[in-house]
């Protein structure tokens, strides 16, 4: 078989909060065996990994070795002082070290003013990659436009938005808000999926109760097809349903479980992979 024949998916990665508990060579077995070319990483993780005597000068050659990427490396918190700070340098230090394809942060606390303030000096400082900043309906970053706007303000060519699809629509998003510049600016896109439950916060539900894509109600199929109206090829794919009732089934499960459902969802918006690449099909439609 040529190898233009082998359908492989470009840019999906396991997200991080996939496996919050999990021992880092159970990540890479994982991850690699069920065909995902990417992992996310937390500075959690990574200590967890250090503790288990793993040093971090070796975590990125033990990714490379698995024929995996880091993807996403979180989390830097903006606007907040006392011990957060020691957190954000370590992900930043970890950012050398690991070489990720971008690092993420996010607001939950503290003046919008400093956190401007804040967004800009990480990106100043962490130039060389991009810097995303996550949106949640319950942070001081709210939604896309606002998470646009504080990109914007940073001035900095590496400043950048996670475009979770969770997040998308509960902070009212419409597909129709996928505009070709606003995704211009998307370092990557997370899927997963909710259905509404009676009684249960956005936060709770983001952070616990989360499940594959294409299992929840939220229209992740219009979501992928209004990305492919706007752009050419797909944005870099994380998948991280979040759950802690998915926490307690063996990780290997979870990854095929996860590669299965998204693999599905693409196909039903009408993304294909050709040559190792997701192409633009939903485009043309």
């Not at 359908?7 to 077995?29: E, K, N, V, W």
């Not at 100043?124 to 939604?143: D, G, K, Q, W």
């Not at 979770?164 to 597909?175: I, K, M």
């Not at 290997?252 to 294909?272: H, K, Q, R, Y």
């Amino acid at each position: 078989m040529k190898s233009t024949d082998v359908h492989t998916p470009a840019h999906l990665s396991m997200g991080a909060i996939c496996f919050r508990d999990r021992p880092f060579p159970q990540i890479l077995a994982a991850a690699a065996g069920s065909g995902f070319t990417g992992i996310g990483l937390t500075v959690g993780q990574c200590v967890a990994a250090l503790e288990r005597g793993i040093g971090l000068d070796q975590l990125r050659g033990r990714v490379d070795d698995a024929g995996l990427r880091v993807a996403e490396l979180e989390l830097v918190r903006l606007g907040e002082e006392g011990p957060t700070r020691h957190a954000n340098s370590l992900v930043e230090d970890l950012s050398e070290v690991l070489q990720p394809d971008r690092v993420h942060v996010a607001a939950f606390n503290g003046d919008l003013r400093r956190i401007e303030d804040d967004f800009a000096a990480v990106c100043t400082r962490l130039s060389y990659v991009p810097v995303a900043v996550e949106f949640m309906p319950y942070s001081r970053v709210r939604n896309l436009t606002e998470a646009l706007t504080l990109v914007d303000a940073a001035g900095a060519a590496n400043a950048r938005v996670v475009l979770d699809v969770v997040h998308f629509f509960r902070s009212g998003g419409e597909v129709s808000d996928l505009s070709t510049a606003r995704l211009a600016k998307i370092a990557g896109v997370q899927l997963s999926d909710v259905s509404t439950r009676h009684g249960v916060s956005l936060a709770r539900e983001a952070r616990h109760l989360r499940t594959y894509p294409g299992r929840g109600t939220l229209d992740i199929v219009g979501f992928l097809r209004g990305i492919g109206t706007a752009v050419d090829v797909l944005p870099p794919l994380s998948i991280e349903p979040i759950s802690d009732a998915l926490e307690s089934l063996p990780l290997p499960v979870v990854a095929e479980e996860i590669m299965f459902s998204t693999l599905a969802t693409l196909d039903a918006a009408g993304w294909v992979t050709r040559n190792g690449q997701f192409a633009g099909a939903a485009r043309t439609q």
